[in-house]
Structures are given as structure tokens and as C-alpha cells.
């Protein structure tokens, strides 16, 4: 099942993935593969925006940590932006906000 | 009125083990303080040091089975998606065809059936296809990285497939239809991780020369440890949640990366330092050593991982504007000095240096000869693994008990579900038996080592008692060592290990051994152990072998256990039980020659070892059949009748 993902390109090589809905075992390989097809295609400074994420769970934290080697090992970055509680809680649960800083929103990722 | 009868059992069976652990405390204590034969202390000690050891076995196998599950299968959720994952490697494809057949028939409407072939061999991706399975293999994320056998094959399969759970199995073993409307009701438990059931053979010849079956272990003690919330995952034949899995995979990314980030930032820091200080006028250096001791302070005050990792980047950067190929020549032949023992540290500056996406100067830099490990490190790659997320555990070759454990530690919890609902083959000759039996006892040393259950942040005082207990049952090999050869000694040489006359010994040993071995029959009542019990001892060599391998350090590389007979007979492999069945004849005739003729030794203490050394050998012998078995003219294992009636 493909999951609401809209992209955004900001420059070169930024680009804003927006994410709606459930970002769970079932569109987490939907998730994962576009973010290796935006990083085929050069944009490796990436931002994810999850203001409309209504769900998250570890297959879905799963499919952003793949995300996260493949942009960095271009020398680029997945930041991620928008966490409403819920959401950041599933984060907190599992230590990830250890690895990735949570931003409040799209503008600050990139700044 | 079950429950009654089995609220009776338990209590029957306690108040045996609580006489049993008195009266060996008793036992040890006289034995300790009055017994031990102060002229032959290199005989009387090693003995009482293996009793204490089997006391300590005897008191963790009471609170084992102090309070055993007998759970029934709640009904069936209403909804929930199955994933089958049939693990591979090089068995035959007939074989596999049996478990891709069986499992498509399984019971439950959202099911999806995968292959999932390391051997990535034509002929099962044919099979797959022609049968209407899925087919998994791995990708080329894999080239070059560690590929963790089995566990590698399951995580791999993880991220290729979405269903809510998911049942592992071996490529033997036949699933019943009812294996998923008969575990999966137990997830109505949200904290619930896995269940699983026991592993049967359909393969044991008559006599079970191999001791192939488990009835205990997959009985009365995993019932034992579910009691306690700590059974644990087998490696096939178990329904898991994937979320616990992935959660526990994404959590063990987090600890490792923070691992490895410290150890890299800190050795970087430490040689970059010491490169700054022996050229100051390198502003390259400079830049880089207050860049990451900038990156230090950000570890130190809690920043993510992700804001340290980009201050080790912007410093890199910044150091490359500025080097010069001069300097970079300069910094080689001080680098190449400083590291010319620490490969590791060289190369992470060299990555450091080279990172990707900037100019001209990675070139020049990377001619340093440095290495690339701590930087990628420093990235946040987790560069030496294929996938970042490794759910199921990669530390030992048998990933399922430090899976299991880890999973308890993070507050999940088990079922054991004791009906047997996949049949599977067993080992059909003595040597890949004693294979696969090193394989396991390796493995669980190895968690042992690696992760010790007794320290392990997160498991309740039970958990931590019933993991260990497990793994310490390895150890029996030293204590069965001394116990097999002692009637030898004292046949051969007349001492005895006691200073007090054998039959007092046996007055204090008699009840405390009697009631032990009653408590045993009880909890065993229906159960046939015998051959178990057998290769408990009988295996004292190979458990001493785990051990002493698994403690230097020898990685044993993962053994795939053969499905089909090996061919030949099998009598080299039990040289050391021979020799033991040998020198106990010897040592027999010996003694009671000695007692008539020379003198040596009471009638007590002859007949008394007698005794035991013909136990010995009793004990032994089954695994020298087991060496030269075959099997009966015309016998055929057949598969299961749950199959056979449904196809």
C-alpha cells in the first residue's frame, strides 16, 4: 500500500518528503523506497515534514533509520520536522531522538 | 477439575524439591565439615566441588518448575495479518516443497507464505513460483558485509514484507493447518512478543538412538520458565509480533550507534590532538581538533547523534578549505608514525578527511592512507552491516535465545504453547547430531559471555535466573568428567574421597540422592527421559569442548545441520566415552581383584564404586550405539498424518 507522500524540491539537492497518515509495517517499504529514488537522483539533503503523520510505529522509525544511512552516506542528511506528542512519544520509547533531532518545523530542519 | 489435579501436582512436586534442596544442604554440609579425606585432598576435593555443583543445578531446576504453565488456546483474534517465513539455505528442494505445500494450507485467511532462500538457488525460486509462494533473497546491500546466517536471512525479510506477525520455520518443518488459529489468540496482549511452540521429529528411528526428541525441554521446563515469564524463542516454529521485533531492532541501532560514536570520537580526538601539538603551524589540524572537541561537548550535554555527527562534518570541511597539498604531506608522514599500529584510527581520519561531495582536496587527502571504519561511524552508517535495523539478535550463531532475551529486557513478554503444531526431521546420524548440538551449546555460551543475562538492565530477578540456568547446564561437562572417572580412581587405587567409612557416606549420601531422584520421576512422571538423561552425561566431552572453545574465543562459524544421513560409522567421535567404558572395566576387574588378593580396599567401598561405575557405563553406552546405528531394514520416517490428510 502506498502511503500519502508528497515531495517538494527545494534545490539540487534538498527536498522536502511530506508524509500523511500512517507510517507504519505497511507503508513503510512505499516510504522507504522513494527516499532512495529522491537520493538516486542526487537529493540528499532531506527533510521530512510529519505535521500529518497520525501514526507511527517501529517498522515506520525503521524505514526513516534506512533513510538516514543512505542520505548520509552521500554526505547528505534526513532531518525530521512537525512531530506532533504522539508521535515524539514513539520516539522517546524506542531512544531514536537520541540519534535524530526532532525539529519543530520544515524552516528550522533547514536552517 | 484439570486445574485441581495440576494445583496438586505443583504442590506435590514443591514440597519434594524443598525436602530435596534440605537434605542436600544437610549432605553438604557434613560433607564439607566431617567427610573430606585429608590425605588424598586432589581426589576428595574435585568431587565435592562437582556435588556443590550439582546441588546448585538441582536447587535452579526446583525454582525452575515451581510454578508451570498449562496454557489453552485462547480464540482466534478477529483480524490480524500473517507473514510464513520458511528459512533456507542449501536443503534439498524436495524438502522444501513439503513446507511450502503445508504451509499454504495453513488456516487463516490474510497469509502470505515466503521462501526465503540465502542459498538464492534457481531451483527454489522455481519452486516458489511454480507453488505460488513469495521469494526473498538477499540484496546487494549484503556484498561485502557480515551476513549473520539465519538471523541475517530473517531480518532481511523484514524489510521486504509488512504482515502484523510472523511464523518462523525451518526449512523441515512442517506446519499443522491450526498452527495460526491455535497461538494467535494470545496477542490479544498487546505486551506479548512471541509464542511459541515445541519442535517434534518424524524422523526418530525406533529408539531414539540420537536422543533427537525433547519431551522435557519442550515440556514440563519451558512450561517452568513460561511460569516465570521467560520462556524463550527456539529459532523455529514460533509465531512473533513484528512491531516487538522492529522495536527491538530500531532500540539496538540506538545503543550501538552511541557506542561506537563515543569510541570513534575518541580516538579521533586523542590522535588528531597529538597531531596538532607536533605541528601547530598545521591549520588544518588545528581546525579539526577544536572541531570535534566541539562535536565532545555537544555528546556530552545530550545533543542527538545527528547534531554531533554535523559539527564532525563542518570541521571536516573547514579543515579541507585550508589544507594545502603541503600540509597534507606533512600530516601523512606524522600520521603514518602516530598510527602505524592503530590501522583503524588512520583510516577514520582518512574519511574524516575524504568526505564526499567537497573538492579537489579528497584526493590529496585520502593518499594519507588512512581508514575509513570510525568516520563512517561518525555518520551515523553503521557501516559495517548491511541494514542499520537488525531486529533479531546477530551476536551468537543461535540468534534465538539473545532475541528472546533482549526482548524480555525491553518488557516484552512470551507463551509457550505446548502443543505441537510442526513436525520436523531431526539429525539421522551421530555426527551431525553432536553438530548440532555444539552449535546450540556454543551459541548460548556465547550470549553468555556477550550479553550475561545476570546483568542484563531491564529483565526481572526470574528472567535473570532462568536464562542463566540454561546456559550454566553447559558447564555439567567438568562435574560429569569428575563424577565418571572417580569410581575409576578408587577401584584402581583403593583411596576413597571420604575419611569416614563408605557406608557412613552412603547414609548421608542415600536419602538426599533418593528423594533428588524422586522429585525427578515425579516431575518427569509420563515423560520419556531416559535417553535425555543419557546424553546428559553421556555428551561430557562436547559440553567441555563448548566451553573451552567459546571461552578462547574461537568463533565457530555456523554449522548448517544436514537434513539427510550421513553415510559411515561414527566410533572416533566417542573415543574419549570408550576410553571411559574401557578403564571402568579395567578399573573394575582391578578392584576386585585387588580386594580378594591384596588387601585394598573395604568390601563397602569396592562394591560401592562397582555400583557407580557400572551406572557409568550404563549411561555410556547408548552413545557408542548411537556411533555405529543404522537404521532398521525397510524403516521409512514419515511425515506427519496432519499433512498426510490434508493433501
Known amino acids: 500500500m502506498d502511503p500519502e507522500l508528497s515531495v517538494r524540491v527545494v534545490s539540487e539537492r534538498r527536498a522536502v518528503l511530506g508524509i500523511q497518515g500512517r507510517l507504519n509495517a505497511v507503508t513503510a517499504p512505499a516510504t522507504r523506497a522513494r527516499i532512495q529514488e529522491l537520493v538516486g537522483k542526487g537529493q540528499v539533503e532531506l527533510v521530512c515534514d510529519l505535521t500529518e503523520v497520525s501514526f507511527l510505529d517501529s517498522s515506520g522509525l525503521s524505514a526513516l533509520v534506512s533513510g538516514l544511512k543512505a542520505t548520509r552516506e552521500r554526505g547528505g542528511f534526513l532531518k525530521l520536522a512537525g512531530l506532533n506528542e504522539q508521535v515524539a512519544k514513539v520516539f522517546r520509547l524506542t531512544m531514536l531522538d537520541r540519534v535524530f533531532q526532532l525539529y519543530p518545523s520544515v524552516e528550522a530542519a533547514f536552517g | ?647
Open chain 2, 1 to 647: 477439575m484439570a486445574n485441581d489435579n495440576h494445583g496438586r501436582h505443583v504442590g506435590v512436586f514443591r514440597a519434594l524439591g524443598a525436602l530435596t534442596i534440605i537434605l542436600g544442604v544437610a549432605y553438604l554440609t557434613w560433607r564439607y565439615s566431617s567427610s573430606l579425606n585429608q590425605g588424598a585432598l586432589w581426589f576428595a576435593i574435585p568431587l565435592v566441588a562437582a556435588e556443590t555443583y550439582a546441588f546448585v543445578n538441582t536447587v535452579l531446576f526446583v525454582i525452575m518448575m515451581w510454578k508451570p504453565t498449562r496454557r489453552v488456546s485462547p480464540p482466534p483474534l478477529v483480524e490480524g495479518t500473517v507473514d510464513v517465513f520458511i528459512t533456507t539455505y542449501n536443503e534439498p528442494v524436495d524438502l522444501v516443497r513439503l513446507t511450502v505445500e503445508a504451509a499454504l494450507k495453513i488456516d487463516w485467511p490474510r497469509l502470505k507464505v515466503y521462501v526465503l532462500d540465502d542459498g538464492a538457488r534457481r531451483q527454489m525460486r522455481a519452486l516458489a513460483a511454480e507453488l505460488g509462494s513469495g521469494y526473498i533473497t538477499r540484496g546487494e546491500e549484503w556484498t561485502g558485509k557480515p551476513r549473520h546466517a539465519k538471523a541475517g536471512n530473517v531480518n532481511n525479510a523484514l524489510m521486504a514484507t509488512d504482515g502484523e506477525f510472523i511464523l518462523i520455520l525451518d526449512a523441515d518443518q512442517i506446519p499443522d493447518p491450526r498452527i495460526i488459529q491455535r497461538t494467535i489468540g494470545y496477542f490479544r496482549d498487546p505486551a506479548l512478543a512471541f509464542v511459541q511452540t515445541p519442535q517434534h521429529f518424524y524422523n526418530v528411528p525406533p529408539g531414539d538412538p540420537f536422543g533427537a526428541d525433547a519431551p522435557l525441554f519442550y515440556g514440563p521446563i519451558m512450561q517452568g520458565k513460561d511460569g516465570w515469564d521467560a520462556a524463550f524463542f527456539c529459532g523455529s516454529n514460533a509465531v512473533l509480533r513484528r512491531e516487538a521485533l522492529l522495536q527491538l531492532g530500531v532500540t539496538e541501532y540506538v545503543r550501538e550507534m552511541e557506542q561506537h560514536f563515543e569510541r570513534a570520537l575518541k580516538r579521533l580526538r586523542h590522535d588528531v590532538s597529538a597531531l596538532a601539538r607536533r605541528s601547530p603551524d598545521l591549520p588544518a589540524a588545528r581546525i579539526l581538533r577544536s572541531a570535534l572537541k566541539k562535536a565532545d561537548q555537544a555528546l556530552r550535554v545530550g545533543a542527538p547523534l545527528e547534531r554531533v555527527s554535523d559539527i564532525v562534518r563542518q570541521g571536516i570541511s573547514a579543515a579541507q578549505d585550508v589544507a594545502t597539498r603541503q600540509d597534507v604531506l606533512s600530516m601523512a608522514r606524522v600520521l603514518e608514525n602516530l598510527w602505524a599500529e592503530d590501522a583503524k584510527v588512520g583510516e577514520a581520519l582518512r574519511q574524516l578527511l575524504g568526505n564526499p561531495g567537497h573538492g579537489p582536496a579528497r584526493q590529496d587527502l585520502s593518499s594519507l592512507g588512512l581508514e575509513e571504519a570510525a568516520v563512517d561511524e561518525l555518520n551515523l552508517t553503521r557501516p559495517t552491516e548491511a541494514q542499520p535495523v537488525l531486529p533479531l539478535a546477530t551476536i551468537s550463531v543461535t540468534e534465538d535465545m539473545a532475541t528472546a532475551m533482549r526482548l524480555h529486557a525491553l518488557g516484552w513478554k512470551s507463551v509457550f504453547h505446548p502443543e505441537v503444531l510442526a513436525q520436523g526431521l531431526a539429525p539421522e546420524d551421530l555426527r551431525s547430531a553432536l553438530n548440532q548440538r555444539l552449535r546450540w551449546a556454543q551459541g548460548t555460551l556465547q550470549v553468555l559471555l556477550r550479553e550475561n543475562p545476570l546483568f542484563k538492565h531491564g529483565l526481572s530477578l526470574p528472567q535473570r535466573i532462568q536464562y542463566f540456568t540454561t546456559m550454566l547446564s553447559y558447564f555439567d561437562g567438568f562435574a560429569s568428567l569428575v563424577f565418571v572417572l572417580s569410581p575409576i580412581v578408587s577401584l584402581a587405587t583403593g583411596l576413597s574421597p571420604v575419611r569416614t567409612p563408605w557406608l557412613e557416606f552412603l547414609a548421608w549420601l542415600g536419602p538426599y540422592l533418593g528423594l533428588n531422584r524422586l522429585m525427578y520421576l515425579y516431575v518427569t512422571r509420563g515423560i520419556n527421559v531416559r535417553r535425555s538423561e543419557q546424553y546428559s552425561l553421556a555428551l561430557f566431552p562436547l559440553w567441555i569442548k563448548a566451553v573451552l572453545s567459546t571461552l578462547t574465543n574461537r568463533d565457530p562459524e555456523f554449522v548448517v545441520t544436514p537434513k539427510r544421513r550421513q553415510s559411515g560409522h561414527f566410533l572416533h567421535l566417542v573415543r574419549p566415552q570408550l576410553a571411559i567404558i574401557a578403564l571402568t572395566a579395567l578399573a573394575i576387574c582391578y578392584g576386585v581383584y585387588a580386594l580378594a588378593f591384596e588387601s585394598q580396599g573395604t568390601q563397602m567401598g569396592v562394591a560401592m564404586n562397582v555400583f557407580w561405575g557400572g551406572y557409568n557405563v550404563a549411561m555410556l553406552l547408548p552413545i557408542v550405539r548411537a556411533a555405529v546405528f543404522r537404521p532398521p531394514e525397510g524403516w521409512k520416517p514419515r511425515p506427519p498424518a496432519f499433512f498426510l490428510a490434508g493433501s
